[in-house]
């Protein structure tokens, strides 16, 4: 796979301003994906020159959903929803603060029916931000009936 090609967050997830949280993402395997994120001034989350915790770990689930959506694009699939599930373990190493490119990465690890787990870690110029373990729900979700339940 070519690293370097990039899709617009639009096309691989979900979300839409301000809740998309990484700047670009590319895959380097089916099951490995790199991304970047850059915190500034006003965005969602960020108080001051900090950012939020609970906002890389958001970052690093929306990677792991943009590989899934690099994965339907080139297969010309569609993308099942997915959702985050579980912060299995999960270590901040050192604060985010705004203005630092943080560089994402992701590796899906294991894979059981409509469950995903995948390695996540960040990192800024001076080493880890932090690293953990996500697990996901990526199945279909029920169809409503006519009641709307």
């Known amino acids: 796979m070519n690293q370097h090609e990039n899709y617009p967050m639009v096309d691989l997830l979900p979300h839409r301003d301000p809740m998309v949280l990484i700047d670009e993402a590319w895959a380097e395997t089916e099951d490995i994906v790199h991304g970047t994120r850059t915190f500034r001034p006003g965005d969602f989350g960020v108080s001051g020159d900090r950012v939020g ?3 890389l770990i958001e970052c690093l689930a929306q990677l792991v959903g943009a590989l899934r959506g690099i994965n339907a694009i080139r297969t010309g699939g569609k993308q099942s929803p997915g959702f985050l599930v579980k912060v299995k373990v999960f270590e901040y190493s050192e604060p985010l603060t705004v203005g630092e490119k943080i560089i994402l990465r992701a590796q899906i690890t294991h894979r059981l029916g409509d469950f995903i ?5 960040a990192e800024s110029k001076s080493g880890s931000v932090g690293f953990g373990t996500l697990q996901f729900y990526v199945g279909q979700l029920p ?3 006519a009641n709307g339940s």
């Open 53 to 55: 915790e609970s906002l």
């Open 143 to 145: 169809k409503k009936n």
């Open 117 to 121: 787990k995948a390695d996540v870690r």
